[in-house]
């Protein structure tokens, strides 16, 4: 059975940086794509961003590429998700989720697995 387990929200200050952590058991094959999606209070859950396992690529949503950047740990069978330059806009319960297979989906119901919701809260 697959599970992710996140961790790393906190608050932190307009400017800061977080970095966030999904660790995922279960998968016996690397044919996956990993994602992080978010929702703010009161918004819909929206898609951040995604990696391929098998290719190390990866996509993200306009809003946060060139401060979001995600990234794997093959041995840990981690997937991260570095933010810098935080805005209070990026308040919001952040979300782990994966696939099988090995393409890029960016709705919330082309993904198999979910984790908990790690809060990340960014004062003004």
């Known amino acids: 059975q697959v599970e992710l387990v996140v961790s790393g929200g906190r608050l932190v200050q307009a400017g800061d940086s977080l970095r966030l952590s999904c660790v995922a058991s279960?998968?016996?094959?690397?044919?996956?794509?990993m994602a992080w999606f978010r929702q703010a209070p009161g918004k819909e859950r929206e898609f951040a961003a995604a990696?391929?396992?098998?290719?190390?690529?990866?996509y993200y949503e306009d809003i946060v590429e060139g401060r979001f950047t995600i990234s794997r740990d093959d041995a840990k069978n981690t997937v991260y998700l570095q933010m810098n330059s935080l805005k209070p806009e990026d308040t919001a319960v952040y979300y782990c989720?994966?696939?099988?297979?090995?393409?890029?989906?960016?709705?919330?119901?082309?993904?198999?697995?979910w984790s908990q919701g790690t809060q990340v809260t960014v004062s003004a």
């Open positions: 279960g998968f016996t094959s690397s044919a996956r794509t």
């Open positions: 990696l391929l396992w098998s290719t190390n690529l990866t």
């Open positions: 989720a994966a696939m099988h297979g090995s393409y890029i989906g960016y709705s919330l119901d082309e993904y198999s697995y």
